[in-house]
């Protein structure tokens, strides 16, 4: 797909995601949430299946030959999807405990792959009424309801700005932090976290434990339209649609590049899930 589709994609795409963020909204002024637990004991709500639904729908009318693989959809066989060049890849709703504790840091995600690689993200928080969304080679931008503004990562700053999950901060975690130079850290959910980084607010986001990649495609997009970059802890590009298991490498996400990220990683290794 080519740069100029990607672009006139991200509009309706925003909009899209803005048509699921009401219906979660919806869900989330109510009382009971309707929560229920899947195999995995990951919880699940109302809002979940209504932001899937709305999604798939809108999706495909959008792009009917791209196939979608969602957390709520059914679930593909790699054998099945191995063969995908291009296909959509969403959460619609990442951060559910966030959700249930109704602390507002909950996004819905909509990330194009292409060739194992997310080449447009949109990521859309609902109680905060912000949209990141950029495409490869096209750039990066935060719609709110004051207007549009462009995004860029930064160059390091002294101290640096880190941002850590709210809910899974980890033994591996507190390694790093104790060898990186002076900093300041940042606690925040879901993929709100890589959003930080995309607008210079942060340097980094290290994520030591078990994420899908519905969970990081489309902020990744965001992230690396805005001049970032998302790794493995090898600072090797992180890969999708591989294998089986849906399951990311640990991973960081550093706004500059450019930076030496590799010599505070000495005895980290790449643990494949």
């Known amino acids: 797909m080519n740069t100029t589709r990607r672009k006139e994609l991200l509009e309706p795409l925003c909009h899209l995601a803005h048509r699921a963020g009401i219906a979660i909204l919806e869900v989330y002024s109510r009382d009971d949430l309707g929560v229920e637990h899947k195999d995995d004991d990951s919880p699940l709500t109302q809002a979940d299946r209504a932001a899937h639904h709305i999604l798939a729908a809108g999706l495909a009318e959008l792009a009917p030959d791209i196939p979608l693989l969602s957390e709520e959809g059914r679930a593909v066989p790699f054998e099945e999807r191995r063969h995908w060049e291009r296909y959509w890849l969403i959460d619609p709703l990442d951060g559910t405990k966030e959700f249930i504790k109704r602390n507002g840091e909950f996004t819905v995600n909509i990330a194009l792959m292409e060739h194992g690689r997310p080449v447009l993200g949109v990521v859309y928080a609902p109680v905060l009424d912000r949209c990141y969304y950029g495409a490869l080679d096209v750039g990066a931008w935060l719609g709110t309801a004051q207007g549009t503004e462009a995004l860029r990562t930064r160059p390091v700053a002294s101290p640096m700005n880190l941002v850590v999950s709210r809910s899974h901060r980890s033994g591996a975690t507190e390694t790093l932090l104790e060898r990186l130079p002076a900093h300041e850290t940042t606690s925040m959910a879901s993929s709100l976290k890589f959003c930080l980084v995309a607008e210079g607010a942060a340097d980094l986001y290290p994520r030591f434990g078990p994420t899908s990649e519905w969970d990081t495609a489309a902020a990744q997009a965001v992230v690396e339209a805005a001049g970032g970059r998302v790794t493995d ?41």
């Open 233 to 273: 802890l090898a600072l090797q590009p992180l890969p999708y649609n591989g294998k089986e298991s849906l399951l990311n490498s640990d991973f960081l996400v550093v706004g500059d590049p450019d930076y030496d990220w590799g010599q505070y990683l000495e005895g980290f290794t790449v643990e494949p899930r």
